[in-house]
């Protein structure tokens, strides 16, 4: 198959995160997105990794996969003390500072 | 067919594996990041092992001496020539050691280490069942208001873990303007990224709105490192490699260095454009530019205020680094692309930033607001492409950067009953029941302004002269605009609290310890010393201008 394919793809993932990002109102969601778009990079850069025929792509790849998990740790422990305080994980809820 | 020659055709003999060349890393000349990555590992070692009374005094002893030690070693490089004839590459090109490295890695461990003194500060707030308390909350974990947050607070807990976040933050913060390839700008981001988000949440008064500030600078933040990678997949794809030197040598059409096998599959210039676009708006969310400063004012109110100076001055630094590097190391071939974009930005970070800071009623949200505003400022000296635009962009930032630390340390100073008063009515009349707080924070907001004899003007006028001359003159004009409209609601605060009577219920200053104090006379006289004699700092930063490549 034309890798190219997969540009597309990893594309269409990216999209779809991003606009998850924009219309979800659910922290746990708009996160779960955001992991969607770190992995819709990870493909694109395996994919032209193997385009280019170099490694460079791969390795990057793991290192956002470690830069993911660590994303996680610091998020859910935002996330989880917001929703201890507030009983709700809306971001539409947290608006006190709101002009 | 013999046996093994079958068996050969899915097993391999056992033989010596080639030995994979270990990388060559110039420990040495990488010794300012290994000093502070190495003490903050060491504080989580002492979060773990020292026992709770002692925990507070080793880390600060530990974060400042990391901190200066780091220092030493950056003036011994600088002065070991690294910053100008012995530039070069370490770490298998992934790290640069160059003047305007160099300069900033400097600019951002002495803007960090009086922000330490901030951090440790334990003699603003009142007492808590005997116990000396800091900013920070008694135990993050515990929910606001709930029982197990009083008992927290009762046994004395203070979070001395915001010495070894603050420390890795720092070591991010000093690769992000050193890092020579795409992926270590990433890794950078995050490094420096992800303990800002944990410190924002860690306020010990208004939990909620700390806790608010960190969900949101933390989706944001996320949401806008994504974009960065997408955009650094895109280079990646374009170039074949993600070296800056490499991707530059495919932007200009001088591909000597490169693998001719990669020719067929690199130079497709789609790629390039969408990609330094998302990198470039990755880099602007972190500079806080408009039309991705969103989060600035929520987050620069939200958090603790001593965690607020430090992240507006040495983020700003660092992301500005990293975008420099970008713009002159990797993109200078695409200029004629890039430029109208950022002028755009400019000219919008520039009027937005002062326009709606002058609506603003909450001192934090204000400098905040005077923040997105410097951001443009800098950026008209980016746009300038020339030495000249370097070096006044690296003297504007060393300018900037403790102008705002010492304003935000003013700030932690005056307290009601519920912690920091940062509403700006409350600091009406303020020159008259404290003339000397006063007065240094009407030394920081003209500095802001950029009023003569203060680094803010020096700062201004080198990066409106450098924009002038690279053919910006229209940008400049729209900055001195920006700079007057500014200018009033800098003028306003000091009037405020010089010409207006004191309010019976009105704040209280409290009386700072040493550290406090170091900080704020720090940031007096650098503001003052780099507006007087602006002259040496001026050909230091010129002389810490060339990037290597």
């Known amino acids: ?99 | 067919m013999s046996t093994t020659a079958v068996h050969g055709l899915w097993t391999v003999a056992a033989g010596p594996v080639d030995r994979i060349p270990a990388p060559h890393i110039e420990y040495a000349q990488l010794a300012p990041t290994l000093i502070v990555v190495g003490a903050a590992v060491l504080g989580v070692l002492v979060e773990a092992f020292v026992p709770r009374k002692a925990r507070y005094h080793t880390q600060v002893f530990l974060a400042f001496a990391a901190l200066a030690s780091a220092f030493a070693a950056v003036v011994a490089l600088a002065g070991a020539g690294y910053a100008s004839g012995k530039a070069q590459v370490a770490a298998m090109g992934a790290l640069a050691v160059d003047g305007p490295a160099l300069f900033l890695q400097g600019t951002i461990l002495l803007a960090s280490v009086v922000a330490v003194f901030t951090f440790a500060e334990r003699h603003l707030d009142p007492k808590a069942h005997g116990n000396r308390v800091d900013s920070f909350a008694a135990q993050a974990a515990s929910v606001p208001g709930s029982d197990s947050e009083k008992a927290a607070v009762k046994a004395g807990f203070t979070t001395t873990e915001v010495f070894p976040l603050a420390l890795f933050a720092v070591s991010g913060m000093l690769i992000f303007p050193a890092a020579n390839d795409l992926l270590m700008l990433f890794i950078a981001l995050e490094v420096f990224s992800l303990p800002l988000y944990l410190l924002c949440a860690l306020a010990r008064r208004q939990r909620l709105m700390s806790q608010e500030a960190a969900v949101k600078y933390f989706l944001l933040g996320a949401f806008s490192s994504a974009f960065l990678l997408f955009g650094i997949a895109l280079l990646y794809g374009y170039a074949g490699s993600v070296s800056y030197a490499a991707i530059a040598d495919v932007v200009d059409g001088t591909v000597a260095r490169m693998d001719p096998a990669l020719a067929a599959s690199t130079g497709n210039d789609a790629l390039l454009l969408i990609g330094g676009a998302l990198v470039l708006m990755g880099l602007l969310f972190k500079v806080g530019a408009v039309p991705f400063h969103m989060w600035t004012p929520d987050v620069y109110q939200g958090a603790p205020t001593p965690v607020t100076g430090f992240m507006a001055a040495a983020t700003k630094v660092a992301a500005f680094g990293a975008l420099l590097r970008l713009l002159y190391v990797v993109l200078p071939g695409l200029r004629w692309d890039w430029r109208p974009v950022m002028w755009g930005v400019a000219i919008v970070t520039m009027l937005a930033g002062a326009v709606i800071a002058v609506t603003q009623t909450d001192v934090k949200r204000l400098l905040a607001y005077s923040s997105i505003a410097h951001a443009g400022f800098i950026l008209a000296g980016v746009i300038a492409t020339s030495k000249q635009g370097v070096s006044s962009v690296l003297f504007y930032l060393a300018a900037y950067s403790f102008v705002t630390i010492g304003a935000f340390a003013v700030v932690t100073l005056v307290r009601d009953a519920g912690g920091e008063a940062t509403h700006l009515s409350k600091w009406a009349g303020l020159g008259r029941r404290s003339p000397l707080t006063a007065a240094v924070f009407a030394v920081f907001l003209l500095a802001f302004a950029g009023i003569p004899l203060t680094s803010g003007f020096s700062g201004k006028f080198a990066v409106f002269a450098a924009a002038a001359e690279g053919g910006a003159a229209p940008l400049v004009v729209v900055g001195v605009i920006s700079s007057a409209i500014a200018a009033f609601f800098y003028i306003r605060v000091i009037v405020l609290m010089f010409f207006s009577e004191p309010k019976a219920d009105g704040p209280t200053v409290a009386v700072p310890s040493f550290l406090t104090t170091s900080t704020i006379a720090v940031g007096v006289v650098v503001t003052v010393a780099l507006g007087v004699f602006p002259q040496y700092f001026l050909d230091l930063a010129g002389q810490a201008s060339t990037f290597v490549r």
């Not at chain 1, 032209?48 to 998990?69: C, E, K, P, W, Y």
């Not at chain 1, 610091?74 to 917001?82: C, D, H, R, Y």
């Open chain 1, 1 to 99: 198959m034309n890798p190219v394919n997969y540009l597309y793809l990893a594309a269409l993932l990216f999209t779809i995160g991003a606009a998850g990002v924009l219309i979800r109102r659910n922290a746990i969601v708009l996160f779960m997105c955001i992991e969607l778009m770190l992995n819709a990079c990870n493909l694109a850069f395996v994919t032209f990794s193997r385009m280019h025929g170099n490694l460079d792509g791969q390795i990057i790849a793991f290192f956002t996969m470690v830069v993911a998990a660590a994303e996680v740790v610091v998020g859910l422990a935002i996330i989880v003390s917001l929703f201890r305080t507030r009983h709700s994980a809306s971001v539409d809820d947290a608006s006190l500072m709101k002009l």
